[in-house]
């Protein structure tokens, strides 16, 4: 059964580095999000992304977030300079028609 | 804005009774769709059933099945014979239908199933 990947399965990285979360969606998906969830609350939509460009933001995705998929396989999310607050987990998720497979998620941990 | 409320923090069941997850929303969409998924421990987000609101009839997926009161705006997440593997976290969500189609989700129940 075909499923969204997500590298890497967990991150650590120092207040104010930028880094790159990867995105493998399914492979005849055309709709693309990135959730985020802080420890013991809930998820909270981030971005989605559907025909090469941002369908809709969140008030969370402020300046310091990006998405891309550069090489039409990859979604990415980066995160030019993190915060503390940006500890989380993040999902991708990718649908065809209206049902999003989440990937197993990536745990960020910014120190 | 869409709100989704889920009012019962955490729930326990004893193995192979019923239990019942509360949800109610708030739109004023008439096109939209109600999700339950399930989170284990281990973090990943499983779809455990979906229902379209213009749909009267309530979804059902082998164990799973719903109470869907379009009316009343709620959303309840019915779980027969229930199985250790149940043990998780349970989340409501709600998609307007159209336009981003994202997720808005509640703030989850977690449920224990006990031997």
């Known amino acids: 059964e075909p499923e969204v990947t997500q590298t890497p399965s967990h991150q650590v990285t120092q207040m104010g580095q930028e880094v790159i979360l990867r995105c493998v969606p399914i492979?005849?998906?055309?709709?693309f999000y990135w959730y985020r969830q802080i420890l013991g609350q809930k998820v909270e939509f981030l971005v989605s992304?559907?025909?090469?460009?941002?369908?809709?933001k969140s008030e969370i995705f402020d300046d310091q977030f990006s998405v891309e998929r550069p090489d039409g396989s990859n979604f990415t999310l980066k995160i030019r300079s993190t915060k503390l607050e940006d500890s989380a987990m993040y999902f991708c998720a990718t649908s065809l028609w209206n049902e999003q497979f989440f990937g197993p998620g990536t745990r960020l941990t910014v120190l | 804005a869409q709100t989704v409320t889920q009012s019962q923090p955490e729930m326990s069941v004893q193995e192979a009774e019923t239990v019942t997850l509360s949800c109610t929303y708030d739109?004023?969409?008439?096109?939209?769709?109600l999700f339950w998924y399930k989170q284990p421990p281990s973090r990943q987000m499983i779809l455990v059933i979906r229902?379209?609101?213009?749909?009267?009839q309530n979804a059902m997926e082998n164990r799973f099945s719903v109470n869907f009161q379009k009316a009343a705006k709620s959303f309840s997440l019915k779980i027969s014979d229930s199985q250790l593997g149940d043990t998780a976290m349970y989340f409501c969500a709600f998609m307007i239908k159209g336009g981003s189609e994202k997720l808005v989700f509640g703030k989850g129940t977690k449920l224990t199933v006990n031997p």
């Open positions: 992304f559907y025909n090469n460009e941002i369908s809709e």
């Open positions: 739109t004023s969409e008439n096109n939209y769709y």
């Open positions: 229902q379209e609101a213009y749909k009267q």
């Open positions: 492979s005849n998906h055309l709709y």
